[in-house]
């Protein structure tokens, strides 16, 4: 399987905190994109990297891609109860196709 | 932001009936579909990818004749789900993108419960 992996599984923290979620996968890509996925709900498209990209910022988002480690990590600085969600990493492949990672659950504790 | 909506959000039904689910682009025009399907607690897997005006491309191990995909417009994309098993209950999502662009754009999904 393409599927990336993304650690931790879970993820509890204060708000306040800063929460980091890592994304591992295994082929070439074009670029690593970021999702959110509140329960029961669609996903919201968070942040878009491209595979010559090292770094990007989006408000309290930080996405790092290293392509020779084939890994990537979300930071969201000074989390808030409404971060709470699951979070996803998918690497765009050709033809816009997406595989998702596993997904890290996060909760932040008010 | 585009926009993109499906219909209905929950369906129950009977086992061996039919169920088409709708994913609409609302405020573009999408050349792209995706549908993917969802288990609990697990993560979206890709079930096939649908062009508009052109025959939908299944991933490995998806059944074309159980999962039928018609993308008739640029705005509209349907996934029937044929003949169905307790075993396809499950979240149903699709999204859509701008032409060339690498962002989708996910519907809300549709939850499928079949008894």
């Known amino acids: 399987s393409q599927q990336g992996e993304e650690d931790p599984q879970a993820l509890s923290i204060q708000e306040g905190e800063n929460a980091t979620m890592n994304c591992s996968y295994k082929?070439?890509?074009?670029?690593l994109q970021w999702y959110r996925q509140n329960s029961g709900r669609g996903l919201v498209h968070l942040i878009l990297?491209?595979?010559?990209?090292r770094e990007k910022h989006s408000g309290r988002l930080r996405v790092t891609l290293d392509t020779s480690k084939k890994s990537s990590s979300l930071l969201i600085t000074a989390s808030r109860a409404a971060d709470t969600a699951s979070y996803f990493c998918?690497?765009?492949?050709?033809?816009?196709?997406?595989?998702f990672g596993a997904g890290t659950i996060l909760r932040v504790k008010s | 932001g585009a926009v993109v909506s499906q219909h209905p959000s929950r369906v129950i039904c009977k086992s061996g009936t039919s169920v088409k689910i709708e994913c609409r682009s609302l405020?573009?025009?999408?050349?792209?579909m995706f549908w993917y399907r969802q288990f609990p607690k697990q993560s979206l897997m890709l079930m096939a990818t649908?062009?508009?005006?052109?025959?939908?491309?299944?991933e490995q191990g998806v059944e074309k004749d159980k999962f039928l995909i018609n993308h008739a417009s640029l705005t509209l994309s349907t996934l029937t789900v044929t003949s169905a098993h307790p075993e396809d209950s499950s979240f149903y999502i699709c999204?859509?993108?701008?032409?060339?662009?690498?962002?989708?754009?996910f519907g809300p999904g549709t939850r499928l419960t079949v008894l």
């Open positions: 649908s062009n508009e005006g052109s025959k939908a491309t299944y």
């Open positions: 999204s859509a993108s701008l032409g060339s662009s690498d962002t989708q754009y």
């Open positions: 405020d573009f025009q999408a050349t792209t």
């Open positions: 082929t070439s890509i074009n670029n």
């Open positions: 998918a690497t765009g492949l050709y033809g816009n196709k997406l595989v």
């Open positions: 990297i491209r595979s010559n990209e």
